[in-house]
């Protein structure tokens, strides 16, 4: 069990904690689904740890440090969401807290939100475009995509000069690459090859 | 080299407009953290064990841990240029190499890319680097000798083909040169070379390729080189790339081929170095639990192919052109020794007239393996070197000792074995080399007792002196391998006496002098041994008065040095 301060920077992912994550994660979900609130719920775990993470890294760290003692966390925890969070969550944060888990709070929250996207039978999916998309494109895209996939799929949208055209889909480890960039690419590999082949047969 | 422009850009306008291209769907995943030649990748949920991946600036990984939540990747090149949170993409297929007649003598890396600055290598075969070793019905026995050129092995420890012989001994004790040896005199024989370096020094490598060069063994040879510099990785997956580009011919044209693995301890290093950074658990030594499957799998794959026969009709012409299963007329293929004992009876009960057995050219072939392995002082009961002479079919053991006393090659005959090779010797040599080791043997144990200045009676005293002479006669240069008929008959005057009045010290001279008698005198002595192969008496009676016409011209040149110094032992 880690005793250092979880880290909090960007990281692409922590997966060491991924399996602690998950347990907490899949028991708020189950107590949500009891009240039939957890898209709130989730919503509002997303929230805060957001909110947190951007607005107030001081607090965050604070949070998740081990050297400081729950009692006290617990209180600026009370002080700080009663009232204005769901008792559910507020709960939960100091059930976090009291295992000296906050500073899972992030892995937590999206893996609530996966577990939860997953019983929905939804799954995020990345648009990369080469420029910006006008909504009847996303539309269609939405609607292709869904066929695809079999799911209602979540989608977000980046942009990227760098495939020069085209899109880039990724579907969780999944991605559909139909890119001017990688077309290019692949051209070029395919010309080498067929040029090294060309060199030997001149020389033959 | 001359290139026409047109020609190329003819050759890039078909390309491109022939290219055609469809949406491509990868699987990605993500590296988390990457360090000591090894990443490890969060997705790529579906990628096998052992499958390929790619990183965005075009090195290559292998999956090589399957973990719940990441993959653990061992990089085969560059990692310093790989980032955190890269994409990474699982390339749907297991590690290959290219293959095939292109390669030879090529100087390549692991990956089967060129290394020795002659252009591109073009070739439309490729193998999995890992494969299974064939079974039991697809092996038959080693019968064929892999003539190593080299007396003391030859005559003592035969190597067949599709053995697997140790060279194991301490450092600068002759282990290379060995196994060069038996490379340059495979020249002439079909039997395609790969000799594979493993974590050496890239001069050593280079100096090596330019000796096989020089002696023509390069037109048969395939050089894999993993160097020092290069990633632990590479350097593990060395020996399993050169057996793939030798199982080629084994398989695909029924050839002969011999794999130097140099050395089987430097690989065992690097595997030790990929699992600790994987975090496998370390056991004996420090190496994984599975670093003797590592070398079992690898030498698993050397093995002597089943024959396949087919009955064909008396006029085919098995001589000229490649036979194949399909020439059967009765449709049938008998594999391996119980094959040919079926084919024989169906052709005594179906065909009794004006058909043949023949053998199908593709099938039959063969791959030897010379692994080596480094010891520290002497040590073989270390963990490395036990198991790799448990896996062999014997061991040459190198001993320093001898080195430094001027035997060379530093062939330790007492401890030194082969457990198939016997079967495989020619008639000649078995003929001649039969009690030879046990001669040898006895004469070290009575060579230890004279040396306490015991008065000696006079066999005893023979026996010394003639054992002194065998020794002698052992002795080899390094890059003269010598063919077998070349040995045989300089045993044959060894064990037969007629070295006895020869000084010890003369006894290389009147080697190299009788076989260059032979050569230009009786050159149809020698043929007639080459081609039957063994000692018949004809051979024999030829050889006798070989020995004594060439003895009495050599006695008459050195008739003062010769009384000065018989029987004067050492």
């Avoid at chain 2, 011919?249 to 595997?271: H, I, P, R």
Wanted: net charge negative; with cysteine.
């Amino acid at each position: 069990m880690s005793t250092t301060a979880p880290d909090v920077t960007e990281t692409v992912f922590d997966d060491k904690s991924l399996q602690v994550a998950r347990s907490y994660a899949e028991a708020i979900v189950n107590v949500a689904a009891k009240s039939n609130e957890v898209e709130s719920i989730v919503g509002e775990l997303e929230e805060i740890d957001r909110d947190l993470r951007v607005l107030d890294r001081r607090l965050y760290s604070y949070l998740g440090s081990t050297s400081v003692p729950a009692e006290s966390k617990a209180k600026v925890l009370e002080e700080g969401l009663g009232g204005r969070a769901s008792a559910t969550v507020v709960r939960f944060l100091q059930v976090l807290n009291a295992h000296g888990r906050l500073g899972l709070l992030q892995a937590v929250s999206s893996e609530a939100r996966a577990i939860w996207d997953r019983k929905q039978n939804r799954k995020p999916v990345t648009i990369q475009s080469a420029v910006e998309l006008d909504d009847s494109q996303k539309a269609a895209i939405h609607d292709k995509v869904a066929r695809m996939i079999g799911a209602t799929p979540i989608l977000s949208y980046q942009v990227d000069p760098s495939l020069i055209g085209g899109l880039v889909i990724q579907v969780g480890d999944d991605l559909y690459d139909a890119s001017i960039r990688t077309k290019l690419r692949l051209m070029r590999s395919r010309l080498i090859a067929g040029q090294a082949r060309a060199m030997v047969d001149t020389q033959l | 080299m001359k290139f026409r422009a047109d020609e190329i850009t003819s050759v890039l306008q078909r390309e491109i407009e022939q290219f055609d291209s469809e949406v491509t769907r990868t699987e990605v995943g993500r590296v988390l953290e990457v360090g000591d030649g090894i990443a490890r990748v969060h997705g790529l949920s579906g990628v096998m064990t052992g499958e390929m991946v790619s990183f965005p600036n075009g090195v290559k990984g292998l999956a090589f841990n399957l973990e719940e939540a990441s993959v653990g990747v061992i990089i085969l090149g560059d990692y310093t240029s790989i980032h955190e949170g890269e994409t990474v993409t699982a390339m749907g297929e297991l590690l290959r190499v290219p293959v095939g007649e292109a390669l030879v003598g090529r100087v390549v890396n692991p990956l089967g890319e060129p290394i020795d600055n002659r252009g591109p290598l073009v070739t439309p075969h490729s193998r999995l680097v890992e494969s299974t070793a064939p079974g039991i019905a697809g092996r038959q026995p080693v019968d064929e000798p892999m003539q190593t050129g080299i007396k003391a092995i030859d005559a003592m420890t035969p190597i067949g083909r599709g053995q697997r012989q140790l060279i194991i001994g301490d450092r600068k004790t002759g282990k290379t040169a060995i196994a060069i040896d038996a490379i340059l005199n495979q020249k002439g024989t079909g039997v395609i070379c790969v000799y594979v370096a493993i974590a050496q020094k890239e001069s050593t490598t280079a100096a090596l390729v330019e000796v096989l060069r020089k002696n023509g063994a390069m037109d048969y040879t395939i050089v894999v080189a993993a160097g020092a510099s290069d990633p632990a990785s590479l350097q593990y997956l060395a020996p399993y790339a050169g057996t793939a580009m030798a199982e080629y011919f084994m398989y695909e044209k029924g050839g002969a081929t011999l794999c130097v693995y140099d050395d089987l301890s430097k690989q065992a290093v690097a595997y030790r170095e990929l699992s600790l950074l994987l975090r496998r658990p370390p056991g004996r030594e420090a190496y994984p639990g599975d670093v003797f499957y590592a070398h079992s799998r690898l030498l698993e794959r050397s093995a002597k192919l089943a024959n396949k026969y087919v009955i064909v009709p008396d006029h085919a012409p098995v001589d000229k052109e490649d036979v194949t299963e399909s020439w059967g007329v009765n449709g049938k293929v008998y594999l391996g020794v119980p094959g040919e004992e079926e084919a024989k009876h169906d052709l005594k009960e179906s065909f009794p007239t004006g058909h043949k057995i023949a053998k199908t050219t593709t099938s039959g072939g063969s791959l030897t393996a010379l692994p080596l392995i480094e010891t520290l002082e002497g040590e073989v009961s270390a963990y490395i070197p036990t198991n790799v002479i448990s896996i062999t079919d014997g061991q040459i053991y190198l001993q320093p000792d001898l080195f430094f006393a001027g035997v060379r090659p530093a062939v330790d005959v007492g401890i030194s074995v082969s457990r198939v090779g016997g079967k495989a010797q020619t008639g000649a040599m078995k003929k001649v080399a039969g009690g030879l080791r046990l001669d040898l043997a006895a004469f070290r144990e009575l060579e230890a007792f004279a040396q306490l200045g015991t008065e000696l009676d006079k066999a005893t005293q023979q026996q010394l002196d003639r054992g002194y002479r065998m020794v002698e006669l052992l002795k080899q240069p390094q890059y003269q391998p010598l063919n077998f008929a070349d040995q045989v008959m300089s045993l044959y005057a060894g064990t037969e006496g007629y070295l006895d009045e020869v000084p010890v010290k003369e006894v290389p001279r009147f080697e190299q002098e009788f076989l260059r008698f032979i050569a230009v005198e009786k050159s149809s002595l020698r043929d007639q041994l080459i081609k039957e192969k063994k000692m018949s008496d004809p051979v024999v009676a030829g050889l006798k008065a070989a020995l004594t016409e060439f003895k009495a011209r050599f006695r008459s040149t050195t008739k003062a040095a010769t009384s000065a110094l018989a029987g004067a032992g050492a």
